[in-house]
């Protein structure tokens, strides 16, 4: 049964990529849920989904377990979304050549490019000086703020730490011995205490940020292995803050793409 299993995903792989080479122009009009797809498989084989490899003898899947170790979250991370780099990066370049609305993807040390919101969360791409460097959750958008549901305004904003000692400063310190304070987004209109932190669906936040290795784009959205794209998140905004280098973040809402006048990727 499982070879079974195996064979038939094979099967509708090679399917579906005969349509796209019979009909190239299918491509540039679903792309962006081909990224949240990427991310689905991805998450998937974090919870142990591995019945494919199982049918052909192959190892298994390590679990989606958040006290694993960097390096081998990273190595997944790396194989997982190799195509995926490649075309956001293309965006990147062809972003800083094409500004949106004046405005190159560089004028800001981070970039988030939100590409999704089903009317509950928002997906995005968080690009590190022009890299692309993890997903992110957001909550969704909406005409009238409901107090920790809606999510932030599109914008130009500075992220520094928020030197207080609250008790959830205190509890990220314990498990977190890199951790000093938190990540915030300042001056946000109508918003306030707005951070970029750990979570994985819009349960998990009040309007702020979450920071993923993995995404879910299915019926219910949601993002995976945030630890290790935190802590590495963390760490270099951090040093940058403790050499005085200002730090500032560029959202763009989901209708970048279209501003941006690409018509393919």
Not at 208 to 237: H, P
């Amino acid at each position: 049964m499982k070879r079974f299993i195996g064979l038939l995903t094979i099967a509708l792989v090679i399917v579906i990529v005969l349509i796209f080479v019979t009909n190239p122009e299918l491509l540039n009009k679903v792309w962006l849920y081909i990224i949240g797809f990427i991310g689905y498989i991805v998450m998937l084989g974090e919870k142990g989904v591995s019945v494919v490899k199982k049918a052909f003898g192959s190892d298994k899947i390590p679990p989606d377990n958040l006290s694993q170790n960097i390096s081998n979250e990273q190595g997944v991370r790396e194989l997982s979304l190799t195509e995926l780099e490649k075309k956001v990066a293309e965006v990147a370049t062809r972003l800083n050549n094409d500004p949106i609305e004046g405005k190159a993807l560089g004028n800001g040390t981070v970039t988030i490019l939100r590409y999704l919101d089903d009317g509950e969360s928002t997906l995005g791409l968080l690009f590190l000086r022009n890299q692309f460097f993890a997903y992110t959750l957001e909550d969704t958008f909406r005409a009238e703020k409901i107090h920790g549901k809606t999510r932030i305004p599109e914008g130009f904003y500075s992220v520094d730490f928020l030197k207080e000692q609250t008790p959830k400063t205190l509890a990220y310190r314990n498990s977190r011995p890199w951790f000093d304070y938190h990540l915030e987004i300042k001056n946000v209109p109508n918003f306030s205490n707005i951070y970029i932190h750990v979570g994985n669906t819009h349960e998990d936040t009040k309007g702020c940020i979450l920071i993923a290795d993995g995404v879910n784009a299915s019926t219910s959205k949601s993002v995976a292995m945030s630890r290790q794209a935190y802590e590495r998140f963390y760490k270099k905004i951090s040093s940058l803050l403790k050499s005085n280098e200002k730090v500032n973040i560029q959202i763009y809402d989901e209708d970048w793409f279209e501003k941006s006048k690409m018509t393919t990727i």
